[in-house]
Structure formats: C-alpha cells, structure tokens
C-alpha cells in the first residue's frame, strides 16, 4: 500500500511559477516510479510528468517541456513538480501518482496503481 499527499497548488498569474510536492507514505518510496498528471473541468485525465525510482529519468508531455521540471528526493520520500512560466491553460487539478509495478517511468494512466486526493492548480490571464 501506498499513501499520496500533495501540496503547493494554488493561484498565480500567467507566466509565474509554483512547485508541487508529494508524500508518500507506505511501501519503500525508491522501489517505484512516480508520475504527475493533470484534469481540467469537462476534460480527461492527462499526463504531465513522469521519473524512474532514482530520480536519473525522466520524461515530459511536450506540452510542459522546458517549463516543467520533475523531481524526486527518496531521502525524504517525496516527488515534485517545478512548474515556470505557467500559462492559463495549465489550470487544472494536479495528481501525483506511484506506479508500483515498476523502477521506471510511463505514461500510461491506466498503469498508475495509486493516486493523491489532488491539488487545484489556477493560472489567471
């Protein structure tokens, strides 16, 4: 079992930054990837971010490449997500989620077995 519990959502305005983390509790937090997704109203669930157990890959959706940085410190059992330049079409609800199943990284929702309760992301225009 494993626990998520994001942080640091909140308002800011277009072409500003937030960073935002996810703890996790549970099974040995190096053992598994860690990814980030995202869902606006009236939208599907979409993928943001994604990292391998150590933190040495990573992989982007291209529409956050060179704004978002993903992150991972396993000494302290958590992953963040380092968002800049933020655009209005960001705007979302922020999931971080573990796939348990692996050391590395997808971007497959569907391969994702645990998920944080989620973080409102705004980005004002």
């Known amino acids: 079992q494993v626990q998520l519990v994001e942080s640091g959502g909140g308002l800011v305005q277009a072409g500003g930054s937030l960073r935002l983390s996810c703890a996790a509790s549970?099974?040995?937090?190096?053992?598994?990837?860690m990814g980030w997704f995202r869902q606006a109203p009236g939208k599907e669930r979409e993928f943001v971010a994604a990292?391998?157990?150590?933190?040495?890959?990573?992989y982007y959706a291209d529409s956050v490449k060179g704004r978002f940085t993903i992150s991972r410190d396993n000494a302290k059992n958590t992953v963040y997500l380092q968002m800049n330049s933020l655009k209005p079409e960001d705007t979302a609800v922020y999931y971080c989620?573990?796939?348990?199943?692996?050391?590395?990284?997808?971007?497959?929702?569907?391969?994702?077995?645990?998920w944080g309760q989620g973080t409102q992301v705004t980005v004002s225009s």
């Open positions: 549970g099974r040995t937090f190096s053992s598994y990837g």
């Open positions: 989620a573990a796939d348990t199943k692996t050391r590395y990284y997808t971007s497959d929702v569907n391969r994702y077995d645990y």
């Open positions: 990292i391998s157990w150590s933190g040495a890959n990573t």
